[in-house]
Structure formats: C-alpha cells, structure tokens
C-alpha cells in the first residue's frame, strides 16, 4: 500500500537524518540525576553507569531555591489544599484563589500594572505578540533574543525588524527608519543567556520614549537576582515602570520548575486573557507550582542574602578563572562563558571536568554562533566557597592539560581551528 | 496537443535587459495572463463566496522571495522586492545568530 511505503519511508528518512546528527557531533544526549536538583548532584553518565557526585556548574538555578525546604514545604501544602490538577484551561474552571494571589504578587514584584500566567516562559514569549500586534505594526529585536521570543515573532502578522546585538545606533536607526507604523515594539532578553551580558536598558527605554516605541524584556535569567532586591533588569538600570512587557520563567531562580508570566501594563495583559492562544488553549499552570512560587516571592522579598551570595559567587568565580589564565566573557551576571572558539575542544573540555567531578556543558553551532564554542558556568547562591576552590582545581588541570591556559584567543584558534 | 503559444514585445533600443528584468517582465505577463483567463476564473466564485460570507475582500499581486540552503528555507512576500527580500533576510538572520537554552 502506498500509506505503508511512504510511513516505512518516513522513518528511513528520519533515521539518516538522526545518524546525521551524530555524525555531525550535534546529538544532544541526556544525562541522569539520581537526585533532587542542587549544587551537588548525582549524575548516571554514560547511560547505566553508576551515579557519581559531582559539582554542578550548569543549571540556571541561581538563587539555590530548587530544592529549598520552605518551598517543598509550600508545594506540598498546595498539593493537599488546592490538588494535583485542575483538567482545565484557565477560563472555564481551571482559576483558583491561588492563580489570582500569584499574579497579584508578581505584579507586586516585578513593579508593573498586571500579570498573567503561562505554563512557561517558551509559551509567555509565543503568546505576546501575536496577541497585540497587528499588519500596522513593527517588532524591532536584539539579534541575540532567546529561540522563543524568534518563535513568537514568526507567530505574529507585525513586521519583523532586527538591530545589532547591543548596539543602540542600528536600534535608533531603525525606530526611525519605522516612523511610519501604528506601533514600534523593542524587544530583548534582560540577560542574554549565550554570553551572560545585560541588555542597555536604560538606553532602550530612553530611545524608545523618543520614537514613541513600546519596550519587551524577557528577563528568564535575572528575575530574583538582578538589580539591588532581585526585580530584574529594570530594576538595576533605574527603569521599574517604564517597560511596557516583562516576560519571566519560574524555572530558574524562581523555584525552577516550570512556568512563566507576561507582567506588564494592564490593557495587555487584558489582551493575552482574551486572545492569548497558549492561555487560551493549554491547561492552567498546576496549582502545586503556584503555591511553591509564591513562596519562592516570600524568600526573596524577605531578604536579598542570597542574591547577594549570587553577586560575590558570580564575581569571584569570575575572577579565579581570569587569573587561572582562561579567556571569559566579561559582564556582572553569574553566566560565565569560558570560551573555547572549537566545537571539539568544548566537548573534550567538558568531558574532562566530568571526570575530574565537575558537570559542565560545552555549547557550540548550532547553539552558539559558529567559532563561538564555550563551556557556559552558571553560579547558584547554593555553591560556597569550598566549592568554588574545587572547581577551580579542576578546570587548572584540565586547561594545562589541553594548553589553553593563559591563551588568547588567536593562540586558541591557531592550535585548535574554528 | 497544447499549442505554445508566445508573444514577442519589441523593447525599446539600446536598453539593457538584465535578469531581473527579464524576471519581472516574464512575471507581469504571466500575472496579466492569469487574471484574465486561469481555471475559468474559479477565483471569481471563491471571492462571492467569502463576500456572501460576510468578509470583505481585498486581492493583489505580491512579490515573494525564497532562500534555501541545504535543508535550510525561508520564504517572505511583500508588497515591493525589497520587502519581500528584506523579510527573508530578516528570517535568515534570526536563523544564523547562536540560541542558548
């Protein structure tokens, strides 16, 4: 039958490309936590290997909150009062007390008019702008935004428009150069999660009140950290209030289990409610995530310790590596790029650390620009200094071992390629 | 058995026709040629049926513009070349930069 054929020709086809892949060093492959999520953790690698300790230096659990026992505590009290599931979406009976209270509380937080939740932030992003703009529209973005956001905009019938990554005179360009249409949106990420380097909000903002243009931020990796009391991007360049939409995630600093939020003024947020496809299609975010986020926004309203702890781990770490002789992307966000420039290098890189104790990832084309291949370190306000020292250790030895300490970047690339 | 059948236009001296031009001639001939005669003018019928549906239609030529690299592909229209070209530049753009998790 030709059904059959070409359903047998189909998964030929996906295999060659799946071997291609591999081929192509680009398999992605997941690696087992026989744990909850941590500083330390158990990881089973290679596939049915023992589980090992070792130090992790990779998830985007900033503020240590993942396994805190305040928020466990309040994810199993919202469990037994509130239940495992709703089975519906938001607007039919999936709303309980506890949904509103969680907008209330980010909105409190985050300094804007209103907020609506999302599964996830992925969702939040693909939600926006098709949402609230139209034909007569045109959405201006940061080269470097996050996949979800380019998603989102694919998703939109507004033009679409992008400025150099950071560079304020292509974005003035541009907002002039689109005078014409109904509305102007800038959009960026808060935090740039490939280099760890903040977006010139201030800049943005100040250039978007002159060409009367609205103002997106994603700030997935600052929300809890950056700024003086953890409300993001915003908040560290003096501009709570005049961002027109902030999306965020509560699966990083947050908690990090899932979820995500568009907070902003209140006749947007009004529009995601009633047009909002994500929203309007997909299940409410499980109660159990509500109720342990809102106590995520209890820990960090109460006190900045933590993301204090962040800050002087960030810096520090930052700073054993420069002198350790390893080239970094400078910034201030605790996403350290240690940069590599060869894909393979990255990946023997990291599979040494491994074995020396320490989990890192090395990211390199299609995740990163080509020649852009790194080993991306993330900081938690849950690694002391103990293990920084550790860590540092390990990445000695390792970077003497594949000569790269003290390196530039041309000595990098002459040795090892591109 | 389908008769080709073509129509020689006689371009003015010494003027230069590049392929673009030549695009776009072909283009708008072809164009002309399907408003007036394609399938009976089946898009006649469609237009009434949205129109007795209520929507209000609105119809005209467009340019598209396609790029492909290996299994790469993005396509865009617009209302000009330039547009539908700088649309897929856009598309391509967002494709080449590095997407961190």
Known sequence: MAAETAVLAARDIFRAELDAIRAAGLYKEERFIHAPQGAEIDVEFPSGAAPRRVLNLCANNYLGLSSHPEVLRAAHEGLERRGYGMSSVRFICGTQDIHRELERRLTEFLGTEDTILFSSCLDANAAIFEAILSDKDVMIADRLVHASIVDGMRLARAMQDTYKHSDMGHLEEKLAEHRDKRFRMVITDGVFSMDGDLAKLDEIVALAKKYDAMVFVDDSHASGFIGKTGRGTPEHFGVTGRVDVITTTFGKALGGASGGCISGTREIVEMCRQRARPYLFSNTLASVIVAGTLKVLDLVSASTERRDRLEWNARTWRRLLTEAGFDIKAGESPIVPVMLYNAKLAQDVARDLFAEGIYVVGFFFPVVAKGQARIRTQLSAAHTAEHLERAIAAFRRVGAKHGILGKTKNEIVERYGL | ?101
């Open chain 2, 1 to 101: 058995m389908l008769t080709r059948r073509t129509l020689e236009v006689p371009l003015p001296e010494r003027m230069e026709l590049g392929v673009a031009d030549r695009e776009l001639l072909v283009a708008t001939f072809q164009a002309l040629i399907a408003l007036r005669c394609e399938k009976d003018r089946r898009w006649e019928m469609f237009q009434k049926q949205l129109e007795d549906d209520g929507w209000k239609v609105r119809w005209g030529l467009t340019w598209r513009a396609e790029a492909k690299r290996g299994d790469d592909y993005e396509e865009a229209t617009g209302a000009t070349l330039d547009e539908a070209l700088s649309g897929v530049a856009q598309l391509v753009r967002f494709d080449m930069a590095g997407r961190a998790p």
